[in-house]
C-alpha cells in the first residue's frame, strides 16, 4: 500500500486539532515575550529602572522556571487526565493569563507582566507531556515519525513567526501595545477553538494520586526514567540537543551585530534560516527513516552538529565585511552565504537528531507513565538550558570569543555524541545499517508490516551475504537479536557491530556442544521476554546463490519457545561484494553499478504447529522467487 505523506495528517481530526493548538501555544508564547524584549530594550525608561541587559537574562529564565519545578506534576496530570480536556483547561489558563498581561499592557505595569510571562511557563509546562503523550495514542507506529517531523516544524515555524511578528507589532505607532494586548488574546482565543476538535483521548492511569510535592516527585520520575536505559539517555540526548541550540542561539544578536555588522534584519534572518532549517530536517526524517523509527539517524544529525557548527566558525573568519549591512546587504557580501549554508544545515542536522530521539521516547516508555516520562525530560530540558547560559557567561567571563564559542560547542558535542553512543551503541550500528542500506544499496521492502509490533516470533531468511543481518535490521521497525555463527564474532567490524547488536553466537555441536547449547538457552530468554529472535536455517552463506537445505535447529528452537515462525527472503544481494560468488570481484562490482537493488519479502506469520524445517524451506523460496 502506497504510504500517504505525512502533510495528510493536519487534515484528519485525529492530528490537526491537536497540530494548531500547540502551534498556536508556542506562536503566541514567542510573540508576547519577544514583543516585551523589545519594548524592553528599545522604551526601558518608560516601564523601569532597571538595566536591559538584566532584563534580557531575567524574562527568559522566569519563563523556563516553571519547568524546573512543575513538569513532574504536569506529566502526573497528562496520565491522569483526558488529554482533550486537558488541552481545553490549559487553553482557558492561556486566555486568563492575556486578559491579566492585557492589563499590564494598559497600565505600563512591568511586575504584571512579569507574572504574566512566569504564567505562560505554567501554561508551556502544563502542555509539554500531553504534547508528546498524545501522538502514540492517535497515531500508527508508522506515523510517529511523520506526526513528530510535523509538530518539531510547527514549534520551531511557531517561534520563528511569534518572534518576528511580536518585534513588529510591538514597534507600530502610535498602538503598538493595544496591538499586541488584543493580538495575543486573540491568538488564545483560536488555540481554545482548535482544542475542541481533539479527539478523546483516554488517561492511561486516571486513578493516579498527584504528588503535593512537585520536587520530590521530580526526583521519582527521572529515578523512574533511569530504569529503562535507553530512554533515559534518549531523554539526556534530547536535552543536550536544547543545551546546543540555546549556547549557539543565544549568541546570534551579538554575532549578527559585532561579526556581520547587520542590523536587527539580519538577527532574525539568521534565526529564520535556522528555523527553517530544523523544519525541513524534521519532515525529511519520515522520507529517510522508510515511515518509521530509525535512530540510526541521531548519529548521523549528530555528526552534521559538529561538522557544520566547525565549519561556521572558519566560515566567519574568512568574512570581511566591514561596513553596516541590512538583509539585502548581507546577501551581497563575499562569503555569507556559506555562513547562512552552515546555519541552515545545522537546523536540518538539527532535525535528523531530535525526532527520532522523541520518537523512540515514546516507542519504548511504558504507555502508562510516558507523560511523566515527558515531564521529567522537560525538567532536564531546562536544567540544560539553565547550564548552558551558565556555561555562556563563563566563556565570556574567561576571554572566548562568540566564534570560539561556536567552535567549542561544536567540538563538545562531538564528545557528548562519542560517549552517549558507546553508553547504547544500538544508536550507532542502526546508524551503520541506514547508511549501508542509503549508499550501496536501495532496499525495498515488501510486506515488512508482518513483522510484530510487539511480542516473541522467530524469523527465519536464507542467507545470502556477510551483510544480510544489517539489512534484515535496518528494515525492521524493532530490534531484533540475530542467532550467527560464532566464528563471525573474531571479525574485526562486523563482530564488533553483532556484539553490539547483541547477536547471539552458535556453533554446530562437533565444533563446540557449549556454545551450541548456550545458544539456545539464550534464544528461549529472549522469546521469553518477547523479542524477536532472526535464524538463517540454512547455517552457512550459499556459495551457488541457491538456497541451501534447512537445519533442524528450528524445530528444536520452537520445540521450546511455540511462536510464531515469519518468513522472510532476501533478493538481489547475491554477486556483491560480501557473498560467496566465485566470479571477479571487480567484474561483478562494474556490473551490479553503485547502488544495487535489493528487496526483502515477509511472508506470513506460521503457526509454530506448521513450523518445519521443510514447510519454512517451501515458503523462503517461494517469497524470493527467481531473484537471487
Known sequence: MKQQSQFSLLTQRRFGPFFWTQFFGAFNDNVFKT?????????????????????????????????????????????????????????????????????????????????????????????????????????????????NGLVEMGTFVGILLGQVLGAAMVQVKPFGIELVAGAT???????????????????????????????????????????????????????????????????????AKDYLHGDYSVFVMLLTVFSVGVGAGSLLCERLSGHKVEIGLVPFGSIGLSLFGIDLYFASLGYTGATTV??????????????????????????????????????????????????????????????????????????????????????????????????????????????LIHTIHRVTTVDVERIPEEGPAVLVCNHVSYVDAIVIGAASPRPIRFVMDHRIFNTPILGWIFRTAKAIPIAAAKEDQWVMEKAYVDIAKALHDGELVCIFPEGKLTSTGEINEFRGGIAKIIERSPVPVIPMALRGLWGSLLTRDPGNLFERSFTRGPRSRLALAVGVPVPPQEASPEYLYQQVSALRGDWR
Open 35 to 147: 514583543a516585551l524584549l523589545v519594548v524592553l530594550t528599545y522604551d526601558a525608561l518608560s516601564w523601569t529602572d532597571m538595566a536591559p541587559a538584566m532584563l534580557n537574562s531575567l524574562i527568559p529564565g522566569l519563563f523556563i522556571l516553571p519547568y524546573v519545578v512543575f513538569s513532574a506534576t504536569a506529566g502526573q496530570i497528562a496520565d491522569k487526565v483526558e488529554k482533550g480536556r486537558l488541552a481545553r483547561f490549559v487553553k482557558l489558563i492561556e486566555i486568563g493569563i492575556m486578559l491579566v498581561a492585557g492589563i499590564g499592557w494598559m497600565t505600563h505595569s512591568l511586575w504584571i507582566l512579569i507574572a504574566a510571562v512566569v504564567g505562560m511557563g505554567v501554561h508551556s509546562t502544563l502542555f509539554g507531556p500531553v504534547k508528546y503523550a498524545y501522538m502514540p495514542q492517535h497515531l500508527k507506529p508508522e506515523e510517529l515519525v511523520g506526526g
Open 185 to 255: 488574546l486573540l491568538f488564545a482565543v483560536i488555540g481554545l477553538v482548535a482544542s475542541y476538535r481533539i479527539p478523546h483521548s483516554p488517561a492511561p492511569v486516571p486513578g493516579l494520586k498527584i504528588s503535593r510535592n512537585p520536587l520530590a516527585e521530580s526526583v521519582r520520575n527521572i529515578a523512574f526514567s533511569r530504569q529503562n536505559r535507553t530512554v533515559f539517555l534518549s531523554m539526556l540526548g534530547n536535552s543536550w540537543f536544547w543545551f546546543y541550540g540555546a549556547l549557539v542561539l543565544s549568541q546570534f544578536p551579538v554575532f
Open 326 to 435: 541590512d538583509m539585502a546587504g548581507l546577501l551581497a557580501q563575499p562569503g555569507s552565504l556559506r555562513i547562512l549554508g552552515d546555519i541552515l544545515m545545522l537546523g536540518v542536522f538539527g532535525g535528523f537528531y531530535i525526532v527520532p530521539l522523541f520518537a523512540l521516547i515514546q516507542t519504548r516508555c511504558d504507555p502508562a507513565h510516558l507523560s511523566r516520562t515527558i515531564g521529567g525530560m522537560n525538567i532536564l530540558n531546562a536544567l540544560f538550558m539553565v547550564a548552558a547560559a551558565g556555561l555562556a557567561m563563563l566563556m565570556h567571563a574567561q576571554g572566548f570569543t562568540i566564534l570560539e564559542m561556536f567552535l567549542a560547542t561544536a567540538l563538545l558535542n562531538a564528545l557528548v555524541a562519542v560517549y552517549i553512543f558507546s553508553l547504547v551503541p544500538e544508536f550507532l550500528m542502526r546508524f551503520l545499517a541506514w547508511l
